[in-house]
């Protein structure tokens, strides 16, 4: 199985803060990794799907980068309605694996 | 519009199953899997399994193999989630999301159910 390393576990930022989210896979996964928000009581949002293609409708201040085992989301200028968690989700071999989640809270 | 709309909020005993259905409309029901992802209180989340409306096949977690059966109404484009031998540890709620056949990336998990909550007491 392949292991997501999600960090950090959580962090706190203010808003207009630029903030970066890193998900290292224990093996290559070839860009098969797709990031998701999400708030309390509802289901998971894609973001970013293909490692760095920003889903329709999502603002631009999202964006995904990376490559091989190594991903990174960033959140360019923090807005108050992006204070959620954040999941990477790695769709290369199964059995599907997430990370950890990263809780980002208000500074 | 493409929705995934769920079955209710579950309450089983230890023991019991549980079947919690995904009814999918606003897209072609055979071009897309079905994954299941459940979320236990203030915890992460959990890949399942999913199920390949097309052929009606699965694949499940090794976790789940041997508890869950996935299966589906073609005529109701639903499918079905049922998870038997319930532990207080499957409290939790529990996803359906979709993912394309023919071309995965750009779809994979674009749309999710709403999510069932499924509480295992005594």
């Known amino acids: 199985d392949i292991q997501m390393t999600q960090s950090p576990s959580s962090l706190s930022a203010s808003v207009g803060d630029s903030v970066t989210i890193t998900c290292r896979a224990s093996q290559g996964i070839r860009n098969d990794l797709a990031w998701f928000q999400q708030k309390p009581g509802k289901a998971p949002k894609r973001l970013i799907y293909a490692a760095s293609s920003l889903q329709s409708g999502v603002p631009s201040r999202f964006s995904g980068s990376g490559s091989g085992t190594e991903y990174t989301l960033t959140i360019s200028s923090l807005q108050p309605e992006d204070f959620a968690t954040y999941y990477c989700l790695q769709h290369n071999s199964y059995p599907l694996t997430f990370g950890q989640g990263t809780k980002v809270e208000i500074k | 519009q493409v929705q995934l709309v769920q079955s209710g909020a579950e309450v089983k005993k230890p023991g019991a199953s549980v079947k919690v259905s995904c009814k999918a409309s606003?897209?072609?029901?055979?071009?897309?899997?079905i994954h299941w992802v459940r979320q236990a209180p203030g915890q992460g989340l959990e890949w399942m399994g999913l199920f390949n409306p097309s052929g009606g096949t699965t694949s499940y977690a090794q976790k789940f193999q041997g508890r869950v059966t996935m299966t589906r109404d073609t005529f109701t484009s639903t499918v079905y989630m049922e998870l038997s031998s319930l532990k207080s540890e499957d409290s939790a709620v529990y996803y359906c999301?979709?993912?394309?056949?023919?071309?995965?990336?750009?779809?994979?998990?674009?749309?999710w159910g709403q999510g069932t909550l499924v509480t295992v007491s005594s």
């Open positions: 606003g897209y072609t029901f055979s071009s897309f899997y």
């Open positions: 999301a979709r993912m394309g056949i023919v071309v995965p990336a750009a779809t994979f998990f674009d749309f």
